[in-house]
């Protein structure tokens, strides 16, 4: 059973950082890319940044040059450094992956880790 756990939330001031990081474990082949979402309340979940295997990454357009996604494959981890943080970027963050088990590709998630920004 693959699992991803993410760590790294909680209260932050306007102007402050965070890092956010997500380990998966469990029987895994492969993860192709690994990515996070973010959900406020009465919003839609919405893309933050996603990172390919090839090292290419996608941000969210209220995201872009201030947070910045990696990964460590030998891990299989994916982080996310959130600077700059404003009180929009209040939400719970969640991580994802594409992860192959022994038969299939499975988008998998985490439970979601709070990120609140306020003075």
């Known amino acids: 059973q693959v699992r991803l756990v993410e760590s790294g939330g909680g209260l932050v001031q306007p102007g402050g950082s965070l890092r956010l990081s997500c380990e998966t474990s469990?029987?895994?082949?492969?993860?192709?890319?690994m990515g996070w979402h973010r959900q406020a309340p009465g919003k839609q979940r919405e893309l933050v940044a996603r990172i390919f295997d090839s090292g290419s990454t996608v941000y969210g357009d209220s995201v872009k040059g201030r947070f910045t996604i990696s990964r460590a494959d030998h891990e299989n981890m994916v982080s996310l450094q959130m600077t700059d943080l404003k009180p929009d970027d209040t939400a719970v963050y969640y991580c994802s992956a594409f992860i192959k088990t022994v038969d299939k590709w499975t988008d998998y998630w985490g439970q979601g880790t709070q990120v609140t920004v306020s003075s």
């Open positions: 469990g029987s895994l082949l492969s993860v192709d890319f």
